[in-house]
């Protein structure tokens, strides 16, 4: 009896730990969880930027938005809206690797992180995420259908490589937020992300994660990527 009881409280024990790291709606991680797998990773990404040899590997934050949200609530109730952000975790985890992180980061926002290398798979995931969600309309209970798409903007930590202790996570997650305006501002159902440039200047990069302009700083220092067929000019960035 007592071998069964102590099975149970770490049982219980585990569950109540898994819970305190969800999202009670979506079941998407929380913040606290997302600290927790960074707190494992980011010392892993720059002991790996600090070997010599290494491919270089660096964390990709993507910002992802539901586009007018606010009219579904409106229109059809919170409890749809609901189901609506459930249904959408759902697709979004459809593309994510074990190794990722989905977290619930607030109203009908997530945030994706994932360890990648290279401008291009940068790209191509956030292209799978915004067909992931527009693909097909949401099935609600009643039968009825709605159509989804999402917004996304995303960029690097480190930001620079060469300099992986210039900027912190926080600032990385920034520019995100910051492309996907541009990418809402732009239209919606859009992709925007910043990422360095080839020949970056620390100065330049430092401005960035300081808040300034990406077409302030050149794009020897930052590139600006997107899915529109215009990218999105200094007025669509705040």
Same mark, same amino acid.
């Given at each position: 009896?007592?071998?069964?009881?102590?099975?149970?409280?770490?049982?219980?024990?585990?569950?109540?730990?898994? $819970?305190?790291?969800?999202?009670?709606?979506? #079941?998407?991680?929380?913040?606290?969880?997302?600290?927790?797998?960074?707190?494992?990773?980011?010392?892993? =990404? &720059?002991?790996?930027?600090?070997?010599?040899?290494?491919?270089?590997?660096?964390? &990709?934050?993507?910002?992802?938005?539901?586009?007018?949200? *606010?009219? =579904?609530? +409106?229109? @059809?109730? @919170?409890? =749809?809206?609901?189901?609506?952000?459930?249904?959408? !975790?759902?697709?979004?985890?459809?593309? !994510?690797?074990?190794?990722? &992180?989905?977290?619930?980061?607030?109203?009908?926002?997530? /945030?994706?992180?994932?360890?990648?290398?290279? @401008?291009?798979?940068?790209? $191509?995931? $956030?292209?799978?995420?915004?067909?992931?969600?527009?693909?097909?309309?949401?099935? /609600?209970?009643?039968?009825?259908?709605?159509?989804?798409? !999402?917004?996304?903007?995303?960029?690097?930590?480190?930001?620079?490589? #060469?300099?992986?202790?210039?900027?912190?996570?926080?600032?990385?997650? +920034?520019?995100?937020?910051?492309?996907?305006?541009?990418? *809402?501002?732009?239209?919606?159902?859009?992709?925007?992300? &910043?990422?360095?440039?080839?020949?970056?200047?620390? $100065?330049?990069?430092?401005?960035?994660?300081?808040?300034?302009?990406? @077409?302030?700083?050149?794009? +020897?220092?930052?590139?600006?990527?997107?899915?529109?067929? =215009?990218?999105?000019?200094?007025?669509?960035?705040?």
């Amino acid at each position: 009896q007592l071998q069964r009881a102590n099975r149970q409280l770490v049982q219980s024990n585990a569950r109540l730990e898994e $819970a305190i790291r969800r999202d009670p709606l979506t #079941q998407a991680s929380n913040r606290r969880d997302l600290q927790d797998w960074l707190d494992r990773v980011c010392p892993q =990404v &720059l002991a790996r930027l600090r070997r010599p040899g290494a491919a270089s590997e660096t964390v &990709l934050f993507f910002m992802i938005d539901l586009d007018n949200f *606010k009219r =579904v609530n +409106d229109q @059809h109730g @919170h409890a =749809v809206g609901d189901d609506v952000l459930v249904q959408t !975790c759902r697709r979004l985890r459809n593309v !994510c690797r074990e190794q990722d &992180l989905l977290v619930r980061w607030g109203g009908e926002e997530f /945030l994706l992180a994932a360890r990648l290398s290279g @401008h291009d798979e940068a790209a $191509a995931l $956030a292209g799978r995420i915004l067909r992931a969600v527009d693909n097909q309309p949401v099935a /609600l209970d009643d039968g009825r259908t709605l159509p989804v798409s !999402c917004s996304v903007g995303f960029a690097p930590w480190p930001f620079a490589p #060469q300099w992986p202790t210039l900027g912190g996570w926080q600032q990385s997650v +920034d520019l995100a937020d910051r492309c996907l305006y541009a990418a *809402k501002a732009s239209g919606r159902n859009a992709w925007v992300g &910043l990422l360095p440039g080839p020949a970056p200047q620390q $100065a330049a990069v430092r401005a960035l994660l300081g808040g300034g302009a990406p @077409h302030a700083i050149g794009g +020897d220092s930052a590139q600006i990527l997107s899915s529109l067929p =215009v990218p999105p000019g200094p007025a669509q960035f705040r």
